[in-house]
């Protein structure tokens, strides 16, 4: 049983920053590609960043610039680095993951439950 757990969300004002982070435990070889998806009310899902296990990143033009997407490959984590944040970076915020459980093995893709962020004055 795998599991990603976020953490990091909250309120804060336009211009703010936080950082999220994800962790993903339980019986894991390897994770091909880690990334933050959010969804605001009303809205489906959409990308915000990805980044595979070389660390090539690739972002939503909407938060380039603005955030940054490091993991740790050892760890199994994924932060999510979020400056100069604007009313409409609000949403919930999904860390997602291409986990492999055995060597050559098909990937499974795999979701958290999701963090609030609130951007809000």
């Known amino acids: 049983q795998v599991q990603l757990v976020e953490s990091g969300g909250g309120l804060v004002q336009p211009g703010g920053s936080l950082r999220l982070s994800c962790a993903a435990s339980g019986s894991i070889f390897s994770i091909d590609i880690m990334g933050w998806y959010r969804q605001a009310p009303g809205k489906v899902r959409e990308l915000v960043a990805t980044i595979d296990s070389s660390s090539t990143t690739n972002y939503a033009d909407s938060v380039k610039g603005r955030f940054t997407i490091s993991r740790d490959n050892a760890k199994n984590t994924v932060w999510l680095q979020m400056n100069s944040l604007k009313f409409e970076d609000t949403a919930v915020y999904y860390c997602?993951?291409?986990?492999?459980?055995?060597?050559?093995?098909?990937?499974?893709?795999?979701w958290g439950e999701g963090t609030q962020v609130t951007v809000s004055s």
């Open positions: 997602n993951a291409l986990i492999r459980y055995r060597s050559g093995g098909i990937p499974f893709n795999r």
